[in-house]
T-cell receptor, first 116, second 115 residues
Framework: DQQVKQNSPSLSVQEGRISILNCDYT??????FLWYKKYPAEGPTFLISISSIKDKNEDGRFTVFLNKSAKHLSLHIVPSQPGDSAVYFC???????????????FGQGTILTVHP | DSGVTQTPKHLITATGQRVTLRCSPRSGDLSVYWYQQSLDQGLQFLIQ???????AKGNILERFSAQQFPDLHSELNLSSLELGDSALYFC??????????????FGEGSWLTVV
């Protein structure tokens, strides 16, 4: 049962344009969402997060949008740069019942390629 | 460099064998997490320890076990290995068990290939 899904295995974007990565979830207990970025031969690194009490969080070129009713979140990167080329993972956690926030449920990942 | 150290980086072993993966968390971090990334699955949470005690459990097989030692390093033991256990195993650490994901730091992973 894939509770967090990233339906696009890959995305190719021109430098300077917007990259939009999408993520859907099914578990209504999830209340904290994160995006991680992963380069080859490295571990995932935290990029940006959003709590379920918000619908938008922005950090520089990165913005995450959360649509709770649709159980959907997206990551916007504007403008995209070649150095953004990596695998992007969406992740979710649930805080209810004292569950560890570190117990993250990840999506399959989307390979973003930004062409110069 | 996240500060989380995993050894070995690569390991090739035969089916039926047993291996131990080691993780040293970031200095000061008390919580350690293990994740598995296989080709057909995303990152899957296996287990979490906090200050030596098991804190949360995910889809960890009975053939797998983990522990966290008094010096806070952790080991993931994989036994009776099968071809399907071939994967990248990540360790992560954080200061306390209720840290949000933005303060969880991942190591570079240990590549396990079972032949």
């Amino acid at each position: 049962d894939q509770q967090v899904k990233q339906n696009s295995p890959s995305l190719s974007v021109q430098e300077g344009r917007i990259s939009i990565l999408n993520c859907d979830y099914t578990n209504s207990m999830f209340d904290y969402f994160l995006w991680y970025k992963k380069y080859p031969a490295e571990g995932p690194t935290f990029l940006i997060s959003i709590s379920s009490i918000k619908d938008k969080n922005e950090d520089g070129r990165f913005t995450v949008f959360l649509n709770k009713s649709a159980k959907h979140l997206s990551l916007h990167i504007v403008p995209s740069q070649p150095g953004d080329s990596a695998v992007y993972f969406c992740a979710a956690s649930a805080s209810a019942g004292g569950t560890s926030y570190g117990k993250l449920t990840f999506g399959q990942g989307t390979i973003l390629t930004v062409h110069p | 460099d996240s500060g989380v150290t995993q050894t070995p980086k690569h390991l090739i072993t035969a089916t039926g064998q047993r291996v131990t993966l080691r993780c040293s968390p970031r200095s000061g971090d008390l919580s350690v997490y293990w994740y598995q990334q296989s080709l057909d699955q995303g990152l899957q949470f296996l287990i979490q320890y906090y200050n030596g005690e098991e804190r949360a459990k995910g889809n960890i097989l009975e053939r797998f076990s983990a522990q966290q030692f008094p010096d806070l390093h952790s080991e993931l033991n994989l036994s009776s290995l099968e071809l399907g256990d071939s994967a990248l195993y990540f360790c992560a650490s954080s200061a306390n068990p209720r840290d949000f994901g933005n303060t969880i730091y991942f190591g570079e992973g240990s590549w396990l290939t079972v032949v």
